[in-house]
């Protein structure tokens, strides 16, 4: 079992604002980083750091945390934004990689 | 432009060791700035981590994997490898080699290559 905790599916109608969320103990301690994936594809770093963004994403991606609650905000979603969402932080003990379980997002 | 590359059997039997390669190019494998480790995702799940190394052959692994779980690093190939022993039909998964940073970031991962479990 995954010590970070999302919710299996989301939806958002196209344009609008929609927020996917992790919870964990460890993100009171460690930043976490959210992840892409399409497809057939290997994941793609979106958000890292709590909100930095690599080049190339678009600005419409965001990050934040609030106690042991991350956020990946995407305001006016867009049909390529339709995916799967994963964060990603470590452990309580510091030393493990771990994922939360994953949030399908669906653009309508 | 780093890029990693996955190589190893795509087919293994039940209770045999599934062995991966990663071949890492454009960059060091031997830079203290990163870790190198194993994810995997079983077809229509989750990512799950496996295990990671440091240049240096310092090992982390899964608790839940760690009994079966073997990774070490060669740095003058500039490649490490997945061990993963008594393999079920549960092993069958996605297998993803991938670049951590210092700061947690997983900044670069390979294509993936598609393991089956099966006799």
């Known amino acids: 079992s995954s010590e970070l905790t999302q919710d299996p599916v989301v939806s958002v109608a196209l344009g609008q604002t929609v927020g996917i969320t992790c919870q964990g103990d460890s993100l009171r301690r460690y930043s976490t980083n959210w992840y892409q994936q399409k497809p057939g594809q290997a994941p793609v770093l979106v958000i890292h750091?709590?909100?930095n963004r690599p080049s190339g994403i678009p600005d419409r991606f965001s990050g934040s945390t609030s106690g042991k609650t991350a956020s990946l905000t995407i305001t006016g979603a867009q049909t390529e934004d339709e995916a799967d969402y994963y964060c990603n932080s470590r452990d309580s003990s510091g030393y493990h990689w771990v994922f939360g379980g994953g949030t399908k997002l669906t653009v309508l | 432009q780093l890029q990693l590359q996955e190589s190893g059997p795509g087919l293994v039997k039940p209770s045999e060791t599934l062995s991966l390669t990663c071949t890492v190019s454009g960059g060091s494998i031997s830079s203290s700035t990163y870790y190198w480790g194993w994810i995997r995702q079983p077809p229509g799940k989750g990512l799950e981590w496996l295990g990671s190394?440091?240049?240096?052959?310092?090992?982390y692994y899964s608790p839940s994997l760690k009994s079966r779980v073997t990774i070490s690093v060669d740095t003058s190939k500039n490649q490490f490898s997945l061990n993963l022993s008594s393999v079920t039909a549960a092993d069958t998964a996605v297998y993803y080699c991938?670049?951590?940073?210092?700061?947690?970031?997983?900044?670069?991962w390979g294509q993936g290559t598609r393991v089956t479990v099966s006799s």
């Open positions: 991938a670049r951590r940073r210092a700061d947690t970031v997983i900044d670069y």
């Open positions: 750091g709590q909100n």
């Open positions: 190394v440091y240049y240096s052959g310092s090992t």
